[in-house]
C-alpha cells in the first residue's frame, strides 16, 4: 500500500471551562471511566510496559463482545422459542443486516486508525476534526440505506435469497431494522472514535446500555412480559432498533461532557480533504467486508437449496455461529485492541513497539481461543442443546461446531493481524486476503464439496475451516513483511 501523508492540522479548539450543571454530573458518574485525549502521562499507550497497554485497552474490549454475543445469542434463543422458521430467519437476517452497515464499520475503521495516530502524535484537533467527518458521512450514508430498505424491503428479501417459507418473517425484520440503521451507524463510529482516544470503557458503558434495553426488549415484546405488548417474533426487530437508539442517546451524553463537547462547537462542514482520507482508508475495509458478507450469504443461498433438510441445516449454521461467536469474543477483543495499539505507536513514532504489540497480541488470542475451542468441541452436545430442542438441527449443529473447532487458533491470529494492519492504515492488504480466502476458496470448496461430493452440509463446513486456515497463514505472511510500516499518516 503507498503511504498517506496528511498534514490537516486544523484549526485550534478551544475547551469551555466553565463548571456547568452538566460537567459536574459527568464528573459524579463516569469521570473514573474516562481517559483523556492525551498521549502524555503514566496512562500512555506508547510508552512502558505493552503488557499494560494491551490489557488497559484488551479487557474493555474483551467486555464489549460479551455483551454483544448476549445481544445475538439472546435473538437466537427467543427466536428458538417460537419456532425453527423464525430462527432460521433471524439467523439469514443477522447476516443481511451485517451487510447493510458494512459501510459504518469501514468509517470506524479509517476512524480508528486516523484518530489513534493524531492522538499517538499529541494532535488533539485533527482527531477532534475527522471524529466530526466521520460522523457526517455515516449519518448521511445510513440515511440513504434507510430509505431505500423502507421503499425495496420486498425486493431485498427476495433478492438476499430467503427460502419461501421464512420470507414474511424477513420482510417485518427488514422494516424494523431500517428505523436502527440511523442510530447504528452513530454508535459504531462515535464509538470508534472514543476507543481510539484510549476512552476504552465509554464505548463499554454504551453497550451495556443497548444490551439491556434489547435483552428486555426481547423478552418483553416477544412474549408480553413486564406489561409490554405481546408483539411476537416482531418483537426482536423491535427490542434491537430500541436498543440502537438507547445506545446512541448514550454516547451523545459523553460527548457532551467537557472532555469532548468541542465536538459540538462549529466545523459541521464537509471538508472534502479529510473525507478522501478516511475514503481512502474505509473503502478497502468496506469491500472487505462485502465480500465477506456477500460470500456467507451465498452460503446460506447454498445451504437453503438442500432440499428438505435446508431449515434444520441454516437453523444449525445459525445456532454454530452464535455458539462459535464465544471464541471469537477474546479474537475480536485483541483485534480491536491491536488497532488501536499499533496506530498509536505508528503516530508516536514507535514502530518497532508496533511490530512487537502485534505479535504479543496475536499469540495471547491463540492461546486463548484454543483453549475456549477444546471445551466446544468436547461439549459439543450441550452447546447445542441451549439453543434447540429440534433433534434434526441439534446433530447438524454438532457436526457444525466439531468440524470448525479446527480453524479457532487460524481465525484469532488471521483477527489480531488484520486489527494491527488496519491500526497502520493497511486496509487493502486485509482486503485482498479476505476476498482470496472467501471467493477462490471457501465458496468454490463448497460447492464443489456440497454438491459434486455430495457431502451436503458438511462439506460446507469443511471447506469453511480449510479457507480460515489459509487466511490466518496469508494475513501472518502480510504483518511479518512489514510494509505496513511505512503507511502511518504524517
Known amino acids: 500500500m503507498r503511504p498517506l501523508h496528511l498534514n490537516l492540522e486544523g484549526p485550534s479548539i478551544s475547551m469551555e471551562r466553565k463548571n456547568t450543571s452538566t460537567d459536574r454530573i459527568f464528573k459524579l458518574i463516569f469521570n473514573k471511566t474516562m481517559v483523556p485525549l492525551s498521549n502524555k502521562g503514566d496512562d500512555s499507550l506508547t510508552t512502558g510496559s505493552l503488557w499494560v497497554s494491551i490489557q488497559r485497552i484488551s479487557w474493555p474490549m474483551l467486555l464489549i463482545m460479551v455483551f454483544q454475543f448476549m445481544v445475538g445469542l439472546t435473538d437466537v434463543y427467543v427466536a428458538g422459542l417460537i419456532s425453527a422458521e423464525v430462527q432460521a430467519a433471524v439467523g439469514f437476517i443477522s447476516q443481511l443486516y451485517f451487510f447493510l452497515i458494512i459501510l459504518g464499520n469501514a468509517i470506524s475503521i479509517g476512524t480508528v486508525s486516523l484518530v489513534s495516530r493524531a492522538v499517538g502524535a499529541g494532535n488533539i484537533p485533527r482527531a477532534l476534526h475527522f471524529a466530526k467527518q466521520s460522523l457526517l458521512a455515516g449519518v448521511f450514508i445510513s440515511a440513504l440505506l434507510t430509505i431505500i430498505m423502507v421503499l425495496f424491503y420486498r425486493e431485498i428479501a427476495k433478492w438476499a435469497g430467503f427460502p419461501e417459507e421464512i420470507r414474511p418473517v424477513a420482510e417485518i425484520f427488514l422494516r424494523f431494522f431500517a428505523v436502527a440503521l440511523i442510530p447504528n451507524y452513530f454508535v459504531i463510529i462515535s464509538s470508534a472514535f472514543f476507543r481510539a482516544s484510549g476512552s476504552v470503557t465509554t464505548p463499554l458503558i454504551t453497550m451495556m446500555v443497548f444490551c439491556a434495553v434489547n435483552i428486555i426488549g426481547d423478552f418483553g415484546f416477544v412474549f408480553g412480559l413486564f406489561s409490554l405488548p405481546e408483539l411476537g417474533f416482531s418483537g426482536i426487530a423491535v427490542a434491537t432498533a430500541l436498543g440502537a437508539v438507547s445506545a446512541m442517546c448514550s454516547n451523545l451524553l459523553f460527548l457532551a461532557a467537557k472532555k469532548w463537547r468541542a465536538i459540538y462547537s462549529k466545523g ?187 457431502l451436503g452440509a458438511t462439506g460446507a463446513w469443511i471447506a469453511m475451516v480449510i479457507s480460515m486456515i489459509i487466511q490466518g497463514i496469508l494475513m501472518a505472511l502480510r504483518f511479518k513483511k512489514g510494509n505496513w510500516k511505512n503507511s502511518a499518516v504524517e
Open 268 to 454: 459541521w462542514i464537509p471538508k472534502w480533504a479529510m473525507i478522501k482520507i478516511i475514503a481512502a482508508l474505509g473503502w478497502p475495509a468496506a469491500m472487505l467486508q462485502i465480500a465477506w458478507n456477500a460470500g456467507s450469504l451465498v452460503l446460506y443461498n447454498m445451504l437453503g437449496r438442500l432440499g428438505e433438510s435446508n431449515i434444520a441445516v441454516l437453523a444449525a449454521l445459525t445456532n454454530g455461529l452464535r455458539i462459535e461467536a464465544i471464541i471469537f469474543l477474546p479474537a475480536f477483543a485483541f483485534n480491536m485492541a491491536a488497532s488501536v495499539l499499533v496506530g498509536q505507536n505508528l503516530g508516536a513514532g514507535k514502530p518497532d513497539r508496533a511490530e512487537t504489540i502485534g505479535w504479543r497480541i496475536s499469540r495471547a488470542a491463540m492461546i486463548f481461543v484454543t483453549v475456549m475451542a477444546t471445551a466446544v468441541f468436547i461439549w459439543a452436545e450441550y452447546w447445542a442443546e441451549l439453543l434447540t430442542e429440534d433433534p434434526a438441527v441439534m446433530k447438524e449443529t454438532v457436526f457444525y461446531l466439531r468440524i470448525n473447532m479446527f480453524s479457532e487458533p487460524f481465525m484469532a491470529m488471521s483477527l489480531v493481524l488484520a486489527g494491527g494492519l488496519q491500526g497502520a492504515g493497511d486496509t487493502r492488504g486485509n482486503m485482498w486476503i479476505i476476498i482470496i480466502a472467501m471467493w477462490l476458496v471457501r465458496l468454490p470448496l463448497a460447492a464443489c464439496l456440497v454438491f459434486w461430493v455430495n
